[in-house]
């Protein structure tokens, strides 16, 4: 299914149509079942969504929001901010565009179940082939060296 995709800030070098189609098909990567819903947002908004859903007063660079196992064709929503994404590139010396594809590939991994904060390095290996095979600079768990506990990301699971 077409994910269903939200731009509240644009990202250079990222239209909408190929931030579907990089979404999709991480999706089919990922055996994701059900569609997924992304949004691009500012700091501000996911900063809001962080505080209201994990009380961290801050943004955050990506949080995912699986769907309730009741929810049949659904897989969940992924929100990223394109200002920390900015940030996060340049420090890295990569396309920002490609850092909501790292993000977007993370929130995904989340939706299909994977969490770096239980998983003895699961969702990381995981995250490193899809990143490879996906043509993406270094993963999100990869950079931070911080494989199991550490990883900034969340996934939300009210």
């Known amino acids: 299914m077409q994910p269903g995709i939200i731009v509240k800030r644009k990202v250079r070098g ?24 992304l949004m691009v947002t500012d700091d501000r908004e996911i900063r809001a969504l962080n505080l209201q859903f994990k009380g961290s007063d801050r943004p955050t660079d990506v949080l995912s929001f699986p769907a309730p196992v009741f929810v049949q064709g659904f897989a969940g929503d992924i929100v990223i901010s394109a200002q920390y994404a900015a940030r996060t590139a340049h420090r890295l010396g990569h396309r920002v565009s490609d850092e909501v ?58």
């Open 101 to 158: 594809r790292i993000l977007a590939l993370h929130g995904i991994l989340h939706l299909a179940g994977y969490d770096h904060e239980s998983d003895n390095g699961e969702m990381a290996r995981h995250e490193l082939l899809m990143r490879t095979r996906l043509r993406l600079p270094t993963g999100l768990i990869e950079r931070s060296g911080r494989h199991k506990t550490e990883a900034r990301s969340t996934r939300v699971t009210k």
């Open 14 to 37: 990222l239209t909408r149509s190929a931030l579907a189609e990089f979404v999709a098909k991480a999706a089919r990567v990922a055996r994701l079942r059900g569609t997924v819903t």
